[in-house]
């Protein structure tokens, strides 16, 4: 196994939100490739209860579109109050600003990406506790973030959002969810443009790591 390619597709696999080609198209053969592969991933007691929605459709697309522009500007006040009542505690403010225009850009032009994927899983954790929610998120995640190195692997991106999910039930009468499957996701995929991905800056994993017993250093 060639670790340079595996550690490159690990490392540079990004939220892509600004370098989203909005206009050229995506053939439906690649994301049946990419959701081919994406079903290796593991599921909790190999239940295998997932379904990928795949929309394409204008009109669907605008739909869910102007629902995730309103709940990101909800999202955003709240989170921009919560910062002034408290202070910023981002460990780069130039990568965060960076990350806030992107994800604005990414809200205003959403209903235009040329493929939208919403993975789901069957089953309903709401009101369980926290064994039952590790299990049914814990069977669908992993499946979708396959998804995005296959997409990577392929000159294609994608960005890992849930801002839609305040109004679940509005999209799932769009698209015909059936109400006991739980959407975990909302992936907006598009060629990307410009050249290559770099790895992001991130504290170093010594750091959020502890061995035996927590706050424990190596």
């Not at 697309?61 to 309103?70: C, F, P, S, V």
């Not at 910023?88 to 990568?95: I, L």
């Not at 604005?104 to 994927?117: C, E, G, R, S, T």
């Not at 839609?164 to 006991?180: F, M, N, Q, T, W």
Request: with cysteine; proline share 6%.
């Amino acid at each position: 196994m060639d670790l340079t390619t595996v550690d490159k597709l690990l490392t540079t696999t990004r939220s892509v939100r600004k370098r989203l080609d909005l206009d050229r198209p995506v053939p439906p053969e690649i994301i049946e490739e990419c959701l081919q592969i994406a079903i290796q991933a593991p599921t909790g007691g190999n239940s295998q209860g997932w379904h990928f929605m795949v929309v394409t459709d204008a009109e669907k697309k605008a739909q869910i579109g102007e629902l995730y522009k309103q709940s990101f500007f909800i999202y955003a006040r709240s989170k921009e109050e919560q910062m002034e009542s408290r202070g910023s505690r981002e460990h780069d403010p130039n990568q965060q600003n960076r990350v806030v225009k992107s994800a604005v850009h990414l809200a205003q032009n959403m209903h235009k990406v040329p493929v939208m994927i919403i993975p789901c899983i069957e089953g309903r954790a709401e009101n369980a506790g926290p064994m039952a929610q590790a299990g049914l998120y814990g069977s669908i995640l992993p499946a979708a973030w396959s998804f995005m190195f296959a997409l990577r692997a392929r000159g294609l991106g994608a960005a890992w959002t849930t801002l839609h999910l305040r109004y679940e039930k509005e999209v799932a009468e769009i698209l015909g969810i059936p109400s006991h499957f739980t959407q975990a996701a909302l992936l907006p995929v598009a060629y990307y443009t410009g050249d290559d991905f770099r790895p992001a800056k991130r504290v170093p994993a010594i750091e959020v790591t502890s061995w035996e017993s927590w706050g424990n250093k190596r």
